[in-house]
């Protein structure tokens, strides 16, 4: 069973998560396509929080022996996909990037041959 203290933690740390994360939808400086992984993260960080008899449920049935530790590994599972999403989003970024500079050197190559 998972304390009260943590249960606390965990709703008011997803409270927290989504807030921030409207905040910087509407701010702009979040994509929308970018904050659907954040969400869902303080969406299953609040259901653990809430449902601590079905987590208990959970927690034994993967082998935790307490739950605290349980909702560790998942929140510990969760930082590693947002920095695999992260990677992905680098890679792309700079493929467009490297794309980008070829364009470009071959734009300044065409007008320095045409001026001449």
Known sequence: MIS???????????????????LLIRNGSLPVKYSLFWIMSAIMILLMGVFPKQIGAVTRLVGFEVASNFVTGVLLVILLLISLILTLIVSKQKKTLILLIQEVSILKKTVKDDDK
């Open 4 to 22: 009260i203290n943590l249960r606390i933690l965990l709703v008011v740390f997803s409270f927290l998560l989504s807030v921030f994360t409207i």
